[in-house]
């Protein structure tokens, strides 16, 4: 069906795409003819990538803005001592190294500061906050006295005084300061510092050293959640050492504040069992463990090697340590922690027991699997009318394998073109190839349409049932699959061109671990590509009385899966055997205009919206305009609401879309820019 011209209207939608707000003219200095619209020029180089506000901003302003905030502790701590109020100095920079007014005059942006104080036991492994009141919860003092001591360079005296504690150990002052630029830039700078030393002497010290950030930035671009909500703490706190300085077993003893120990809460927030948090969907097996305790760290072993009732309760909710409910088959009761090691040590001598480590095999992280791999050789008799025959090998560690005993489990598929995938792949059963001790060959019975043309795809689908064995002499059943090979022919005689790549299944699984969808056997977005194409929806599994039926089109139905509760409308889809698979309640952990984060950089020619030629438009029956173009499918697969479909459709012709014209790659409205942070 063409897509329908609505009139030749240059019209953006309000709100729709919109970039933060730039300096205003109040403040911002004289912008020339050249820098207007905020475009670089290309001699203009730039200190910051193409998904940071800051890269956009003209020379001009990012002299006035002088973008960042940074904190550097001058000297050892003053006063830390029992019933004391100690005192910190510090200095405030840019990120050129440049001083800062905390005040916002001599430079832009207030800044306010906060400061929390913890004992560190290097024993146990936990903080104990300073600042805790009797009975209360442990804070951050923000209330102190502030001055300063040269440019950028202030002193900051706690307003209270600390708790008792022993000043042989290491110590701990975190200083969180925000600089307020989102009416000036577009956003606010945070910055969380830490001064490790030893109370006596003032020396530098080791102190937290679990996990890392960089554990929790493979699913969250940000600790903070600003922007997708009003937790923790007001988007002050962006690092897990400053959550673990309050949320410990210390200062998290009473009944009333036990869920929040962090040992108990991190987990409870991962399973999906928090009643403050909510449910989540957790993208990965759950006994992934090392996903959040980074093994790089040095006491990123903890999670195995200091069990603990209250690590295990956040995802074992089921288990009463008090009564012995469902702890093991015995309900034996648990009054502290001394035992847990005697039955749960570290590492056992087999997987799925009751050590630690092999409680949490992820199965298919399991020794017992033999790595199955399917390989394509070579495929030919390419082309219009023809029956391709595709060579290829299926094998594991144990050598070569013969595909008979894979029955439905053996697929070879063929699709094209590569430009655009527009037909459901021609898969068949593989299985009765034939198998020379080495390689199998296979010729497909049906022919490529007598209209093939360009480079065309070949790939495998391959499973096999695997029974692992549990420690107490049973078994489990496990769809190991292999990755799918993607093989690229010609079938004109003209060059060979390779699907562009859009998503790396590398960037899926830095989050989901490990993606296998459709029972196991389809591992590789270059393949799932082939079937999740422009014309695909779930017409064959959804009830006519349900239609019309959902687009599954990658580019659309990936971003409505990931945006998921911020959706306006409905999005579910009808799978295999009339399964009800609604995405509606999806929450992402991130944000979501970190397109880099999926998409990596280099940004793709789709993303920029440009090089869309040969493209397919993309049916969308149950949308509000029932086809649409490539890159609008993409768009709305997260701007789903009414108003960006009007704007997508009155800037659309029967001939193609309009998108570039004011979302190009170099545009002011580019989908770089607007979704930088």
């Known amino acids: ?65 002088r973008p960042g905030l940074n904190v550097t502790f001058v000297g050892a701590p003053a006063n830390f001592a029992p019933g004391q109020k100690p005192t910190v100095e510090f200095k405030l920079t840019d990120n050129l190294g440049g001083p800062l007014d905390r005040l916002g ?44 001591t040269g440019p950028g360079q202030y002193k900051y005296t706690f307003a209270g005084a600390l708790n008792d504690f022993d000043t042989s150990k ?36 080791t102190t937290y050293n679990i996990t890392t950030n ?48 962090g040992q108990h809460f991190w987990h409870l927030i991962h399973s999906g069992q928090s009643a403050d948090v909510g449910p989540i969907t957790y993208p990965q097996d759950i006994r992934n463990c090392d996903t959040c305790h980074d093994a790089k760290a040095a006491g990123g072993g903890s999670w195995y090697s200091k069990p603990s009732r209250a690590a295990c309760t956040g995802c074992h909710t089921n288990v ?64 219009a009318g023809k029956k391709p025959v595709v060579t290829f090998k299926i094998s594991d560690s144990t050598g070569a394998l013969d595909p008979k005993p894979f029955g439905s489990n053996l697929n070879v598929l063929m699709g094209g073109p590569t430009t655009d995938y527009a037909i459901d792949p021609i898969r068949q059963r593989a299985d009765g190839a034939t198998f020379n001790g080495t390689l199998c060959t296979y010729t ?30 049973t078994t489990q059943n496990f769809t190991e699959g292999a990755m799918n090979p993607v093989f690229y022919a010609s079938a004109d005689g003209n060059s060979v061109v390779a699907r562009r790549t859009v998503v790396d299944m590398a960037a899926c699984n830095k989050c989901h671990g490990r993606l296998a969808l459709h029972g196991g056997q389809r591992l590789n977005t270059q393949e799932c ?9 779930d017409h064959p599994y959804r009830k006519p009385v349900d239609n019309p039926p959902e687009s599954i089109s990658f580019q659309r139905m990936i971003h409505r899966i990931h945006t998921g509760e911020e959706l306006h409308n409905d999005f579910t889809i009808i ?103």
């Open 1 to 65: 069906m063409a897509l329908l011209q609505r009139g030749f209207m240059f019209v953006i939608a309000a709100g729709a795409m919109a970039v933060p707000t730039l300096i205003p003219q109040s403040q911002a200095p004289p912008v020339g003819e050249k820098a207007k619209a905020s475009v670089l020029e290309p001699s203009h180089v730039s200190p910051y990538s193409t998904d940071q506000v800051e890269y956009y901003l003209t020379e001009e302003q990012m002299d006035y803005v």
């Open 105 to 148: 005059i001599d430079t832009p942006g207030a800044i306010s500061v906060r400061c929390i104080a913890a004992s560190w036991d290097a024993t146990t492994g936990y903080y104990t906050d300073l600042l805790q009141p009797a009975n209360g919860n442990p804070g951050a003092d923000r209330t102190g006295t502030l001055t300063q």
């Open 170 to 205: 290491p110590a701990t002052i975190m200083l969180s300061a925000r600089r307020s630029t989102t009416d000036i830039v577009g956003k606010d700078y945070w910055v969380n510092a830490y001064k490790d030393f030893l109370p006596t002497t003032g020396a530098g010290a």
């Open 214 to 261: 960089a554990a929790c930035l493979n699913c969250h671009d940000s600790l903070s959640f600003v922007g997708t909500g009003n937790w923790p703490h007001g988007g002050n706190y962006r690092d897990v050492k400053t959550c673990m300085m309050c949320h410990n077993p210390n200062n998290m003893a009473s009944a009333s504040l036990a869920e929040f120990n």
């Open 320 to 383: 009463d340590f008090a009564t012995g409910t469902n702890h093991g088959p015995e309900n034996l009761p648990q009054a502290d922690d001394s035992k847990c090691a005697s039955c749960h040590a570290p590492q056992g001598d087999v997987e799925f027991d009751a050590s630690i480590k092999g409680a949490h095999t992820v199965p298919y992280r399991s020794t017992q699997l033999k790595g199955l791999k399917a390989e394509i050789v070579s495929v030919t008799s390419v082309g």
């Open 444 to 473: 497909f019975t049906t022919a490529m349409p007598d209209n093939a043309s360009g480079t065309w795809t070949f790939s495998i689908e391959a499973r096999r049932t695997v029974a692992l064995k549990n420690a107490d002499g």
């Open 529 to 537: 590509v082939m079937c999740h194409n422009p014309n695909a929806d």
């Open 575 to 677: 799978g295999f055997n009339g399964s009800v698979n609604n995405y509606n309640e999806v929450t992402f952990p991130g944000d979501r205009r970190n397109c880099a984060v999926c998409h990596g950089t280099p940004r793709t020619p789709t993303y920029n919206l440009q090089g869309s030629e040969g493209l397919l438009n993309v049916k969308t029956m149950r949308d509000y305009v029932p086809e649409v173009g490539p890159g609008t499918a993409a768009c709305l697969g997260c701007h789903d609401g009414r108003d960006q479909a009007a704007h997508a459709y009155l800037m659309t012709a029967p001939f193609g879309e309009a998108c570039a014209t004011c979302h190009g790659a170099n545009s002011d409205l580019s989908p770089a820019k607007v979704h930088a942070k």
